[in-house]
Every structure is written in C-alpha cells, then in structure tokens.
C-alpha cells in the first residue's frame, strides 16, 4: 500500500512537504522548538542540547552506513576529532566558535578520507574492525599529545564570539542574559537556537543528499557495488564521498559536543559511543534521515524517563541509573528488532497506512 497521496508530476516526488498535513506539522514542529528553551526547565535543556547533537551524529553514520552500507565503528574517533579540534582552536588560537565548527568538520574529513580507501578492499565486519582500530589510535593520540590536548587532565574548550583571547564569549550571557526586548536569552538558550539551526542545516543536508545522483550512487553500491559498477557508477570513488560526507557532519558533532560539554576528556570518546550511535540508527531505521532523527531523540529521551522510572523497578531500584537505562535501551532496541524491523520509521509508516486507507482496511 501507499504511504502518501498518489502523485502525477516529477516536482511532488521532490517536494519536502508534499501536502497540508505534512506543512501543519512543520508548522507545529517550528512553534515547539521556538518555545521549547523558554518552557522547559534547566534539566531538559540539557536533554534538548543533547539531543540535537545527536541528532547531527546520527544523521552522519546514516550516510555513511544507511545510505552506502559501510559498517563503520569508528564514529565515536570522528567525533572526538571535530571536539578536540574546536577546544584546540579556541583554547590556543582563539578562533570564534562560529567558524571552528566547520573546520573541526573539515579536521574530521580529512582523516575520514584517508580510512575512506579501506573500504575498497574491505567490506562488513573486516571494516568495522578498521574503524574499531581508529578510535584506539585516536584515544591514544588525545592522551600522549599533552600540549594539544591537556592529556588525561583534559582542556577547556571557549566558545568565543570573535578573534581574540579578549573577545567576548557564549558563557558570558550566563550571569547577563542577551536583552532582545520581547525576549531575554541566556547562555544555554542561546546555544539551544545555535545548535537548532545546525541540526536543521545537516537534516537538510541529508534529506537532499538522499534524493540526488550521488545519494542514489551510495545506495547502489549499497545495495551490489558490481551491478553498481555496470550502470556507471564509481564504487572507489562513491565509498570515499560516503566517509568524507559522514566524518565531516560527524565532526561537526564533535565541536557541538566540544561546546556543550565546555571541558573535554579523552574517556569520552571510545568505543560505547560508537556503538550507541549504531544503536540509534537500527532503533530509527536504517537508510533514511528520518530513523536518524528520530532515533537519536528516542535514544537521549529514554535516559531522564529511566531516572523517572527506576525508583519503581524492583532489582534497579538500588543501582546506577546509568544501568538501568542502558537495559531499558537494549531492551527497546531488541524489541524492535523483533516486531517492527524498520524501527521507528516502520512504525510511522504504518500509521501513516492506516490513517491514508481510513475508515477501510486492508490485509
């Protein structure tokens, strides 16, 4: 069955927002996130910043795995990359946060590029224990390069406005919110519209990445390389694009975490990151932007819902809420991996089939 109204023309199959539901719920989408930092409370702001940046990390590996069906275990190395080197361009050089965010991606791309030619002899778990390899090699670099990194003790990462040591910064708007006249933002609200912005910028991204001839040109070679070569397409040269694009957005992640967390350590990015990453994307759907979204929103809501809920949970009641969240996760994910596949962008498709044949049913 279909999952949306029939279409007569090229342009509705490109269009974002193909009817008026879909542009209501943007509507609804919009106004939520305009009005969510000055509702919520200092606890879900948090929770919001978090979810943003996983959002950008997930949408990343989606390309690079759902998208080329390259097995990467090696986004949590990509990821500290673009954060160390947004604390080293702030920390040492003074960079503006503005514009260390997009060389941390470009950081990240560069050393994605290079593990890009693996994948042209390797392929499935032979990869992904490549890319295992990268995040040790990244580790250690981030402990013994004590100059760069500050080593085990970790460094500060300032996010200034300007050039400059002198140049005013994000935390300042801490003790003085930003006066707008309607409005008045404070650090953490001001980094949430930030982070929102680039959230939307790569989901974007990705969204168009996956409709155009180099996204198609992934999903072949996902699909069978071979037949893929045939048809024209450069296999090589297609893997390569994949591990730039994804280490780049994943870079991106890295100094939105980097500007988040305002101190970093190396202990932060090993290999649970990675795979928490892999399990955002099998929870929301593998191959579409859409899993990738809202996986990761799934995957960082699901972590103040288990505070809430272990108190009642008999066993977990005395352990760590790292624990039992982390058991309450494994248990959703295998859930889904049981009964719906797809993840959550399966479940939406269902709903979206039952409510487009409403008040028939069929099957």
Not at 38 to 65: D, R
Request: net charge positive; charged share 10%.
């Amino acid at each position: 069955m279909p999952t949306r109204a029939l279409t007569t023309r090229h342009a509705q199959d490109l269009e974002l927002f193909a009817d008026r539901w879909a542009k209501a719920g943007l509507v609804l989408l919009v106004l939520l996130c305009l009005g969510f930092p000055f509702m919520a409370g200092n606890k879900w702001l948090v929770v919001g910043l978090q979810a943003q940046i996983a959002i950008v990390g997930s949408v990343s590996l989606m390309i690079l795995t759902g998208f080329a069906g390259q097995i990467s275990m090696g986004h949590a190395a990509f990821i500290g990359i673009g954060a160390y080197t947004t604390a080293m361009l702030g920390e040492h050089h003074h960079f503006p946060f503005w514009l260390a965010l997009p060389l941390a991606g470009l950081a990240a791309a560069a050393v994605g590029m290079m593990i890009g030619p693996f994948a042209l002899r390797l392929r499935g778990l032979y990869l992904a224990l490549i890319t295992v390899g990268l995040v040790f090699i990244v580790k250690h670099m981030l402990y013994h390069q004590v100059a760069w990194t500050g080593g085990a003790k970790g460094m500060k990462v300032p996010a200034y406005l300007w050039f400059g040591g002198d140049a005013p910064k994000l935390s300042d708007y801490a003790k003085e919110p930003l006066d707008l006249g309607v409005v008045s933002l404070d650090s953490q609200q001001l980094m949430f519209f930030v982070f929102l912005l680039l959230a939307v910028a790569v989901v974007l991204c990705g969204v168009h990445i996956a409709r155009s001839n180099t996204g198609r040109a992934m999903m072949a070679v996902r699909d069978h390389d071979l037949a893929a070569s045939v048809l024209g397409i450069h296999p090589a040269r297609t893997k390569v694009l994949a591990f730039g694009i994804s280490s780049f957005f994943a870079g991106v992640c890295g100094g939105m975490l980097a500007l988040q967390l305002s101190y970093l350590m190396p202990d932060g990015f090993g290999l649970p990151m990675s795979v928490n990453y892999i399990a955002m994307i099998v929870l929301g759907g593998i191959g579409t932007i859409f899993g990738g979204v809202w996986g990761a929103i799934m995957f960082v809501v699901l972590h103040p819902v288990a505070e809430q809920l272990q108190p009642y949970v008999p066993y977990f009641s005395e352990r760590t809420d790292t624990l039992f969240s982390t058991v309450l996760f494994a248990v959703v994910v295998c859930i889904f991996l049981i009964f719906e596949p797809l993840g959550l962008f399966g479940f939406w498709l269902r709903i979206k089939r039952y409510f487009l044949a409403w008040p028939f049913r069929y099957g």
